[in-house]
């Protein structure tokens, strides 16, 4: 497994509907890289531009040019009026409601939904395309409500609210206001469109939603990841464990590459322990949630890099109804629309980080359990009694770990039908990437209370820890000082909760030992 890149380095991106990456859509969603469309991408747009000029001009019968959509597929509309039917499309279909997805998940919609048009097989405008690459380098962002989608014909209501600030309509986020779309767009300098035949739904007939809450889940899910093994060692030091659980001729004869790699990482952040050096004639074996760890982290790790190979597929799809084939000029009403590959790997997603908080939460209760931590104090506090010390941290973790559990119920084995039936099997991908991004914030939170008791285990000890957890340390200490008598936690947990979501530990420990992934 390779290391993934930093995103944060990466400050353009040339987008070809082929070759989008993670990092480069975290790089343009979270960091602002600057976007460009590779010219080979204008040259197939406007082949398949002029493939439905042709087909209008030629008065063929075609799904969604020269008919309506859905149950209205069989009523036939004319030249004149397809473009009014574009416009209808995307107004009648801006259906979304709840709180609107955030500023990072709007700007991957953008990326992704330009990316997918970029291949050519949608006939649309490219300055339609170019518009929307423009309203990413000039910070429009449409306000997208974040539900009402079925994953299928693709997040038809989430992409409508995105596509009205094309038209001039909806409202958008300009230069931190709220905006009417057409005011935003005037700001930024930007045209607005009416709609041509066949615009609306490559404008909208997609599975970018889902996408977009997914490739920003997965990439926090892999950091997650990371930071699980550089906490979950130093817990490991703390509780005095075994290293023999990491021997690699344990890991080679079942030889999962997740387990191997996740045992190399512990070996390598361990190193140089006199802390552990010292305490392996304790015991014979330890618990699970300390033996266990390259097997439950190993097999996150592999559940990981599957899910990688789906979402970049995805990413560079196309996925709009239907496509045009410049080959024979066919037009082809098919279903890669439906959003059951990526609801699939959501739901999968979400279970893989749940198990991340779950192991987590039960090395914190280890920690903190003075039955169970090898000779630390009832919840790391020197003084117990009269200070609770760590105690509701546990409680805290607990709560989020059994939230965790709801939801990684499936959302991918519901499905309902809709527009008179004609949509019959939905795959509700929207919803299960939703949860899934509620999962991995509950288990970054998870994972930074057992960095803060595992700092405090590390300081109750006696013996030096491992250089790179020493480093690792003090970065909680500077800003959570040594906890020897209670006081306003939540500003602990506060720091905390920025620094384990900031990516310094994690890039701390890369500088330390380039090995680490």
Excluded: W
């Excluded at 709007?106 to 309203?135: F, H, Q, W, Y």
């Amino acid at each position: 497994m390779e290391r993934m890149k930093n995103p944060e380095h990466i400050e353009r991106v040339v987008i070809d509907g082929h070759s989008l990456t993670v990092e480069q859509a975290v790089a343009v969603a979270r960091f602002g890289a600057k976007v460009e469309i590779a010219p080979p991408a204008v040259a197939a747009m406007q082949a398949s531009r002029a493939l439905v000029e042709k087909i209008l001009d030629e008065n063929r019968v075609a799904y969604g040019i020269s008919t309506g959509f859905g149950e209205f597929s069989k009523v036939s509309v004319g030249r004149e009026k397809s473009g009014q039917l574009q416009d209808n499309l995307i107004m009648s279909h801006c259906v979304a409601v709840g709180t609107p997805l955030n500023e990072e998940t709007t700007r991957a919609m953008l990326l992704l939904r330009a990316n997918a048009l970029c291949v050519g097989n949608s006939g649309i405008r490219p300055e339609i395309v170019k518009t929307l690459v423009d309203m990413l380098n000039a910070g429009v962002h449409p306000v997208i409500p974040e539900k009402g989608s079925l994953g299928a014909s693709g997040d038809l209501a989430p992409l409508s609210h995105m596509a009205l600030v094309v038209l001039g309509m909806g409202e958008a986020m300009y230069k931190g206001e709220k905006l009417p779309g057409k005011t935003a767009m005037e700001r930024a300098g930007l045209p607005t469109f009416r709609l041509q035949a066949k615009e609306g739904l490559a404008l909208i007939n997609g599975t970018q939603c889902m996408t977009a809450v997914g490739v920003l889940a997965y990439y926090d899910a892999h950091r997650a990841a990371e930071l699980a093994d550089i906490i979950g060692s130093m817990t490991l030091e703390a509780l005095t464990g075994l290293k023999n659980a990491f021997d690699p001729r344990v890991h080679a004869v079942r030889p999962h590459a997740g387990q191997s790699l996740v045992a190399k990482n512990f070996r390598l952040l361990t190193e140089n322990s006199e802390l552990l050096d010292a305490s392996q004639n304790l015991r014979v074996q330890d618990a699970y949630a300390l033996r266990c760890i390259p097997q439950v982290h190993g097999a996150i790790r592999d559940s990981l890099n599957y899910i990688r190979g789906v979402v970049e597929t995805e990413m560079n799809s196309v996925t709009d109804n239907p496509l045009l084939f410049l080959d024979d000029e066919s037009v082809i009403s098919g279903g890669n629309f439906h959003g059951e590959p990526m609801a699939l790997v959501m739901d999968f997603l979400g279970i893989a980080v749940s198990e991340i908080a779950d192991i987590s939460e039960r090395r914190l209760e280890r920690l903190v359990n003075p039955a169970l931590s090898n000779g630390l104090p009832a919840f790391l506090t020197p003084n117990g009694g009269l200070n609770s010390g760590y105690m509701i941290c546990q409680y805290s973790a607990a709560s989020m770990v059994s939230e965790n559990k709801v939801y990684a119920h499936p959302a991918s084995v519901d499905s309902i039908p809709s527009s008179a039936n004609q949509e019959d099997i939905v795959s509700m991908g929207t919803t299960a990437a939703r949860k899934s991004r509620l999962i991995v914030e509950n288990t970054f939170s998870v994972l930074g209370f057992e960095l803060m008791a595992a700092v405090q285990g590390l300081d109750l000890r006696d013996m030096k820890a491992s250089p790179v957890h020493c480093k690792v340390a003090e970065l909680v200490r500077e800003g959570i000082p040594f906890f020897d008598k209670d006081r306003e936690i939540r500003i602990d947990i506060e720091f905390m909760e920025k620094l384990i979501r900031c990516g310094v530990i994690e890039n701390t420990v890369k500088e330390m030992i380039p090995e680490f992934c």
